[in-house]
């Protein structure tokens, strides 16, 4: 069974410091996996995505990822932070291989960025 | 704006009481998924429907159900309401499953659920 683990429920940065959110994975086969953002108050919206093409991926807001299978990892980065940043990040894997199906959420991790 | 729409935004009602939550997916996408997150459980998936069938299943209580209607949208009914029952419930929809692999979710705003 495919899970993902997230190893930080809180990350805390300044304004213009680079970001990184930690994720693990656990999978019997390449997964398909994802980073989704929660603004307070608003759904989720898919930030990137890989499924097994190129394993540094870019996403939108100048946000990216990089899949590493020796070390079953998907850590989100972003060079510099900006205040709009500050929301709740997933980690997701989906049980499909190639697919959206099923999507397993990690824990969330809380970004907040200070001035 | 997904472009998918859940109704009501916030419900509150009592204990052992049953509620519908109601979501319109993107135009022209077939399948609905609908989540629950919870502070203790996290993001959950419940169950998929693709174009009017129950297509996958995760953690769905037996006092839950759900359906797709002829014209794509879907409820969540939720019966004999406990405390453990409040939430955010999520619905998601994407464009028509290809094979195994569904293409991409978007999400609506969420129903908060409140059981007093």
């Known amino acids: 069974a495919q899970s993902v683990t997230q190893l930080d429920s809180h990350v805390s940065v300044s304004e213009g410091t680079p970001v990184l959110l930690r994720c693990n994975y656990s999978?019997?086969?390449?997964?398909?996996l994802f980073w989704y953002v929660q603004h307070p108050n608003k759904g989720l919206q898919l930030l990137l995505k890989y499924t097994s093409a190129a394993t540094l991926v870019k996403g939108i807001n100048g946000f990216e990822a990089e899949f590493k299978k020796s070390e079953t990892s998907f850590h989100l980065t972003k060079p510099s932070a900006h205040m709009s940043d500050a929301a709740e990040y997933f980690c997701?894997?989906?049980?499909?291989?190639?697919?959206?199906?099923?999507?397993?959420f990690g824990a969330g991790t809380r970004l907040a960025v200070h001035p | 704006d997904s472009g998918v729409t859940q109704t009501p935004k916030h419900l509150i009602t009592a204990t052992g009481q049953r509620v519908t939550l109601r979501c319109s997916p993107r135009s022209g996408d077939l399948s609905v998924y609908w989540y629950q997150q919870s502070l203790d459980q996290g993001l959950q998936f419940l169950i998929q429907y693709y174009n009017g069938e129950e297509r996958a299943k995760g953690n769905i209580l037996e006092r839950f159900s759900a359906q797709q209607f002829p014209d794509l949208h879907s409820e969540l009914n939720l019966s004999s309401l406990e405390l453990g029952d409040s939430a955010l419930y999520f619905c998601?929809?994407?464009?028509?499953?290809?094979?195994?692999?569904?293409?991409?979710?978007?999400f609506g705003p969420g129903t908060r659920l409140t059981v007093l």
């Open positions: 998601a929809s994407s464009a028509q499953v290809t094979g195994l692999a569904a293409n991409e979710q978007f």
């Open positions: 999978s019997s086969y390449s997964p398909s």
């Open positions: 997701v894997v989906s049980e499909v291989p190639g697919g959206y199906n099923k999507l397993i």
